[in-house]
């Protein structure tokens, strides 16, 4: 858990705009023995400069994100009925 939290952290200092980070994680299924999944929210209103700092270090030591690669789309929750073609 303590993982997801740094990752969480590290995350909130990348995206100055975001105040908020949820962070999910689990572990692979195994059969018969099952999984666990963790859950955390972060909230910091003001990053500070010792929190980048801070995160910087953290990131640094531990690789979280260092090479991030975003990709964005849209997926629609109710998607348009398909039309007969004849």
């Known amino acids: 858990m303590a993982d997801l939290g ?16 949820i962070g999910l994680g689990t572990e692979q299924y195994v059969r018969g023995k099952g999984f666990s999944l963790d859950l ?5 209103e ?5 929190k980048q700092e801070a995160m910087e270090g953290m990131q640094r030591e531990l690789g979280y994100f260092v090479s ?3 990709t964005e789309g849209v997926e629609d929750e109710y998607p348009a009925p398909r039309r007969q073609t004849q």
Do not use: Q
């Open 6 to 21: 740094n990752r969480c952290f590290v995350a909130r200092g990348l995206h100055a705009e975001s105040k908020t980070v």
């Open 40 to 44: 955390s929210y972060l909230y910091i």
């Open 46 to 50: 003001d990053w500070t400069a010792d």
């Open 68 to 70: 991030p690669e975003r």
